[in-house]
């Protein structure tokens, strides 16, 4: 039997020791930015246990650009430290550290997700923060009760690609190795995507190739700094999952559009347009977004990556098995159990032994099991 999940996976000069990916999770423990002990010990203990590569979760390109007051953020140099520290361990453990870079458009200015969501208001409590002028492509509020953004006038829009620009090359000069551009879940690209979010009347609305035509400047600039040896990724809403949204022809062709400006994988997500931070639009099942992956990988002949409720080993080998995407990555199973790749291992391919883990367990581990189970040390 062969198992794909943990085979090699290289784009560039850069390789994975398996398809498993810590998809980014928002932490919402910075502050101004800066990564601390706590994402160090979050992002740590999966580099200890068997991905491949580690997503940093939503990394602002300027201040105003972040969700809550907790964001991470690299706007500016003082920053880089911090987050070098950090693509240090993961690559001492053999992991490829990459780093999601995003503006969460007119879903920034929010509460932690424990504190509610929504916006911030003048008025909240005292440890929910201050709010700050959001923007989008059109001056629409994500949801009853959410701030009105300011529309981005031409001048916002080079301004972001500079900052953008300034913030890819920080996470190069901190030692990442594989970027990916949020473009998902009704942060600011996507609502540029999006005709439910995008209104605008001039070359930056209307079809699907002026929504697109602001994301793909990003991706252009980005990818001018970024090593063409280097990977890089754009992770969309493959569907909005509601009418006059997004559907998967139109993400189809955005792939297309990326894969010829040079992006190397999707990240097959989906939703997050409208109705509150954390509406489920598309229906949730394990796997439900991995037909996302699929049809684009078909369709635009780019490879991706699927996400969204994979559970269980046999389901993440077979997704790679059968072509459906290359990389696997998991959210909250990660969080359930950060060595998730490292049973999923031993379960899949029947190895009893504790070679795949860190040294410092596996020896340990070797050796209970041997006590536990005489006859199979003798023979082994
Ligand atoms: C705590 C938490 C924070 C998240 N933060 C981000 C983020 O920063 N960027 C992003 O694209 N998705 C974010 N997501 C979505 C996940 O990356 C993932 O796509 C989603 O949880 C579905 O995968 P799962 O079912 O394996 O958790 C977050 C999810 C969780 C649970």
């Known amino acids: 039997m062969s198992f794909p999940l943990f085979t090699p996976f290289t784009l560039g000069s850069v390789t994975s020791r398996n398809r498993l990916v810590v998809s980014p999770m928002c932490q919402y423990a910075a502050v101004d930015g800066m990564p601390n002990d706590w994402h160090l010990a979050h992002l740590g203990r999966f580099a200890q246990g068997g991905f491949g590569i580690i997503m940093l979760e939503a990394t602002a390109v300027v201040p105003e650009g972040r969700i809550t007051h907790g964001d991470l953020g690299l706007w500016s140099d003082d920053h880089i430290p911090a987050f070098t520290r950090l693509s240090h361990f993961i690559k001492q453990q053999g992991v490829v550290p990459a780093i999601q870079l995003g503006h969460a458009g007119r879903k920034a200015s929010s509460a932690r997700p424990w ?146 400006r040079g992006v190397d994988i999707v990240d097959c997500s989906s939703g997050g347009i409208a109705g509150g931070a954390s509406a489920a639009r598309v229906a949730r099942k394990p796997g439900f977004q991995v037909p996302f992956a699929q049809a684009i990988r078909a369709g635009a002949g780019i490879k991706t990556m699927a996400v969204g409720l994979i559970m269980d080993p046999v389901m993440a080998n077979d997704v790679v098995a059968q072509g459906q995407a290359d990389l696997v990555a998991l959210g909250r199973e990660a969080l359930v159990n950060p060595n998730w790749p490292l049973h999923a291992y031993r379960s899949l391919t029947g190895d009893t032994s504790f070679d795949q883990w860190p040294v410092q367990a596996g020896w340990w581990l070797d050796r209970r099991e041997w006590s536990l189970n005489p006859t199979a040390a003798a023979a082994g």
């Open 115 to 260: 504190h509610g969501n929504g916006s911030l208001q003048v008025d909240g409590p005292a440890d929910h923060g201050q709010p700050w002028l959001t923007m989008a492509p059109s001056a629409i509020p994500m949801a009853e009760g959410w701030h009105t953004p300011k529309e981005m006038t031409s001048l916002d829009m080079e301004t972001l690609k500079a900052q953008w620009v300034s913030a890819t090359q920080r996470a190069l000069q901190s030692g990442f190795e594989f970027l990916e551009v949020h473009a998902a879940h009704g942060y600011l690209l996507h609502s540029f995507l999006s005709p439910l979010s995008n209104l605008r009347q001039d070359a930056y609305g209307g079809d699907l190739d002026g929504r697109m035509k602001f994301p793909l400047e990003v991706v252009e600039a980005v990818r001018a700094v970024w090593p063409d040896d280097k990977p890089l990724a754009v992770r969309i809403s493959a569907v909005d999952g509601l009418d006059g949204g997004i559907s998967i022809e139109d993400s189809t062709r955005f792939a297309q559009e990326l894969k010829s």
